[in-house]
């Protein structure tokens, strides 16, 4: 790609690459369609639709609601619970909030069960006060809503959350946790499919304290340290990638997976690649 658009988007750097340069119009829709979602789903702005939830036991979460919970639904019934969006308020007392403080303000809190909530068209109605983070899935979600707004081959690359629509196989590098210098194996992402990921080391912020939290019980997962996902669906992937770390094995979906756990064994399921360990 000859043109290599940065830009720094829902807290993370971006690099969209193309061809030719992408006209001055289609950058404003992209960074608004952007800017849209951030205003709805972040849990780090005061003024999103998803901090209403904090107070409100309704919220309209607009257009983009449907397809983004219907992730979690299934993300919800795969993991036994483990994977949930209601993880926000564990996090943030976990130190990981508006404010960074990354310091513990207690115990680890109880997740509320996602399966109290309900979704009515767009509106979300939830039982009492939550905190929604749809982490696990948003940002490969809104990669792929991105790519799919481009008008010429590109790659949209969203600090771990990729989507080829280069019309070539793309060879991507799965980092080792344990040295960002070193891979763990290669993997070729075809043309129209996308790859994400997810480690405990990236958001950490203490030896214990780490982003990828378990709803089951509010803390950090430990066995796994970091997972893989690749597929035509970039969501869908990022949630797998997450789900990886929970379960030992994940049902056929179209999509292939792999997680590294502590003791450096990886395991995979169609992994469309090299194994270096």
Not at 4 to 22: C, H, K, N, Q, Y
Not at 183 to 205: K, L
């Amino acid at each position: 790609m000859s043109s290599d658009w940065r830009l720094d988007a829902i807290g993370t750097a971006w690099s969209i690459g193309t061809p030719d340069p992408i006209a001055p119009g289609l950058r404003t829709a992209i960074t608004d369609r952007i800017d849209s979602f951030d205003r709805t789903w972040s849990r780090f702005r005061a003024d999103s639709a998803v901090s209403a939830l904090r107070t409100e036991r309704e919220v309209d979460l607009g257009p983009d609601a449907p397809a983004i919970l219907a992730l979690y639904d299934r993300l919800f019934a795969l993991t036994d619970g483990a994977v949930s969006p209601l993880v926000g308020g564990a996090l943030e007392q976990l130190g990981y909030g508006p404010g960074y403080t990354l310091t513990p303000s207690g115990d680890p809190v109880r997740v509320p069960s996602w399966a109290d909530c309900e979704l009515s068209g767009s509106v979300l109605r939830v039982p009492g006060p939550v905190v929604l983070d749809i982490g696990a899935v948003g940002k490969g979600w809104l990669a792929g809503e991105v790519a799919a707004m481009i008008d010429q081959p590109c790659v949209v690359d969203a600090s771990g959350d990729l989507v080829n629509r280069s019309g070539d196989v793309l060879r991507v590098a799965l980092e080792d946790p344990d040295d960002p210098t070193l891979a763990v194996a290669v993997v070729e992402v075809p043309d129209g499919e996308g790859i994400c990921g997810s480690a405990s080391n990236r958001r950490r912020w203490s030896a214990d304290l780490h982003h990828v939290l378990d709803a089951r019980s509010g803390r950090p997962t430990r066995d796994v340290v970091a997972a893989w996902a690749g597929g035509p669906d970039a969501g869908w992937a990022d949630g797998l990638a997450t789900a990886a770390f929970f379960s030992p094995t994940l049902p056929e979906t179209g999509h292939w997976w792999a997680s590294l756990d502590r003791n450096r064994r990886l395991v995979a399921r169609e992994l469309p690649g090299e194994v270096f360990t």
